[in-house]
């Protein structure tokens, strides 16, 4: 197993404020898998999303990837780690002011050793017409295609998306999920995805519904839909 994730725990506040988000989570996903997350606002989605990406603390439990636990590293181990072998996707862009798109998504490159080729990138991104752009020039579905350009050029072991299409339209989202698609196949990097969208679903090996801090299921697809066939 690729990544292990056993009996993740997580409460936020303390005393009567005090909130149990994760209870308990037991979860293997193996190398090259698609998995999608699955829940309502506040199952705790999100949560595990940042605790397998070393961006928040469990309270219990272990996550072990590729057979490295977390647990064992200290902070300049567990940043290394992130830098070089996890890309995130998440809905707010963090994108550098004062770079261009192109030196944007090349930011992740100088981050990998492997990196995907930037030009292919961008023109698969659809984004030639606005390397030249800063950010404050670009539409929000442009912001999105560089933040997820500047994650998917590292080629990542593991690639983390919150939420990748929340904020974006129908066709854009649809391009966005057959680029991700690609690169799961391509290089088989490991996927794992938040959404609210069920239709989503459909494009994953394996489905993990949440709810109230539980899993209250775990489906594989025998059969996967292609991203470009999905119908919201």
């Given at each position: 197993m690729f990544l292990e994730i056993k009996n993740i725990r997580k409460s936020f506040g303390v005393g009567d404020s005090k909130v149990e988000v994760l209870k308990g989570i037991d979860l293997g996903i193996e190398q090259g898998e698609f998995c999608v997350l699955l829940g309502p606002s506040g199952s705790g989605k999100s949560t595990l999303l940042n605790i397998i990406g070393g961006i928040d603390h469990a309270d219990e439990g272990e996550i072990i990837i590729g057979q490295e636990k977390m647990s064992d590293m200290n902070e300049k181990k567990l940043t290394l780690y992130r830098r070089k072998h996890l890309g995130y996707i998440f809905q707010m862009y963090n994108l550098i002011p004062n770079l261009t798109v192109r030196e944007n998504i090349e930011v992740g490159a100088y981050l990998s050793d492997k990196p995907l080729d930037l030009d292919e990138i961008i023109k698969v991104l659809g984004l030639e017409?606005?390397?030249?752009?800063?950010?404050?020039?670009?539409?929000g579905g442009q912001q999105q295609r560089t933040s997820i350009g500047r994650a998917i050029i590292k080629n990542p072991d593991i690639l983390l998306c919150d939420e990748p299409t929340g904020a974006l339209d129908y066709k854009t989202s649809k391009e966005i999920l057959k680029l991700i698609e690609t690169v799961n196949q391509k290089y088989?990097?490991?996927?794992?995805?938040?959404?609210?969208?069920?239709?989503?679903?459909?494009?994953?090996?394996?489905?993990?519904?949440?709810?109230?801090g539980v899993i209250r299921d775990i489906t594989r697809n025998e059969v996967k839909v292609k991203a470009e066939d999905l119908e919201w």
């Open positions: 017409e606005h390397q030249d752009k800063l950010p404050n020039q670009l539409s088989g990097n490991t996927v794992v995805m938040v959404t609210h969208n069920t239709a989503i679903k459909d494009m994953a090996d394996v489905v993990v519904r949440l709810r109230d």
